[in-house]
């Protein structure tokens, strides 16, 4: 079982950027698919980046161009840079990950807020 810690999150003004990071420990990420996952104000949970056990990653129709999900094996660490911040950007940001698929996903960190203004 992977435990995850999230951090990177903070308020910004529309237009800014942010870098978040999840930080794993007693596993290796490159045995797993990770996703960064978010819930804003009132909605549901929407899958934003996934990046597989292969290094493939996806992104959400609403932030491709915009963010970039990476991981650094050696620091078992994964990234999410997020560019061009909308206020509809705003939520939690969770990682999550599944061992070599990210469906389902069985560890779950305990989030950041992002906070967007307009």
């Known amino acids: 079982q992977v435990q995850l810690v999230e951090s990177g999150g903070g308020s910004v003004q529309a237009g800014g950027s942010l870098r978040l990071s999840c930080a794993a420990s007693g596993a290796t990420y490159s045995n797993y698919c990770i996703a960064w996952v978010r819930q804003g104000p009132g909605k549901e949970r929407e899958g934003v980046a996934f990046?597989?056990?292969?290094?493939?990653?996806s992104y959400v129709d609403s932030v491709k161009g915009r963010f970039t999900i990476s991981k650094d094996n050696a620091k078992n660490t994964l990234y999410l840079q997020m560019n061009s911040l909308k206020p509809e950007d705003t939520a939690m940001y969770y990682c999550a990950a599944g061992l070599l698929t990210c469906d389902p996903v069985d560890a779950w960190g305990q989030g950041t807020l992002v906070t967007v203004s307009s």
């Open positions: 990046i597989d056990s292969d290094g493939s990653t």
